[in-house]
């Protein structure tokens, strides 16, 4: 089945800089990768997706690339603010209809 | 996207006693499912809950524990039946819009405590 490995798994960053979160995956017939943030005691929320028809999509300060041979993709924020602090989870959808996630990343933005 | 409640929000149970968990959404969707999400933990999927047949199990996970019901396209349960303090975790259901595939929206958990 499929496999996503997410790094790093805590990321800390001072409030204006860029942070990046990396994920690959196993199952080369996946097709579709989204982003989620999960803030304290909340749920998961989509914040951004892919497909693998195209290498690189963008939302405002935040943007998502794909590498379909190499297998990653990867989770871009800039100007990052202490609003941005959360868990981020990337996940990979294959042609069985499921979604695996990753390990997830706790993102800090020190102000 | 579609509105997703969950029923009970928290638990706190004792354990051997079971738990049934509701989740509504506000449109027929193709696709419910099961997560849990143990403390500090990512996603696992526990079940896909198919409407009018049984769900579909991930490895590791066995009707007989998480019976699931989903009697129509909009509403769907998972029991955790016979628990111990191991199945304190939150447990989400997600779902899959009609006239999507793939992008799955979250419900706001379930908090289960088991003493």
């Known amino acids: 089945g499929e496999n996503v490995e997410q790094h790093p798994s805590t990321l800390s960053v001072q409030e204006g800089d860029s942070a990046v979160i990396k994920c690959t995956y196993s199952?080369?017939?996946?097709?579709?990768f989204p982003w989620y943030k999960q803030e304290l005691g909340k749920r998961p929320q989509l914040i951004i997706d892919?497909?693998?028809?195209?290498g690189e999509k963008k939302d405002q300060r935040i943007a998502v690339t794909l590498n379909k041979t190499a297998k990653h993709f990867s989770l871009h924020i800039t100007e990052t603010q202490p609003e941005d602090s959360a868990v981020y989870f990337c996940?990979?959808?294959?042609?069985?209809?499921?979604?695996?996630f990753g390990g997830g990343t706790r993102l800090m933005v020190k102000p | 996207s579609a509105v997703i409640s969950q029923k009970p929000s928290r638990d706190i149970c004792q354990r051997g006693t079971s738990l049934t968990i509701q989740c509504q959404v506000d449109s027929q969707v193709t696709m419910m499912f099961w997560y849990r999400q143990q403390p500090g933990q990512s996603l696992t999927l526990i079940a896909t809950?198919?409407?009018?047949?049984?769900?579909?199990?991930e490895s590791g996970f066995v009707i007989d524990k998480f019976p699931i019901s989903r009697p129509n396209l909009t509403f769907s349960t998972l029991t955790v039946s016979n628990m111990s303090p191991e199945d304190s975790s939150i447990y989400l259901c997600s779902v899959v819009s009609r006239g999507r595939t793939d992008t799955q929206y979250f419900g706001p958990g379930t908090r289960l405590t088991v003493l």
């Open positions: 996940a990979a959808h294959n042609a069985g209809n499921m979604l695996t």
């Open positions: 809950a198919n409407q009018g047949s049984e769900a579909t199990y």
């Open positions: 892919i497909r693998s028809n195209v």
């Open positions: 199952d080369s017939a996946s097709n579709y």
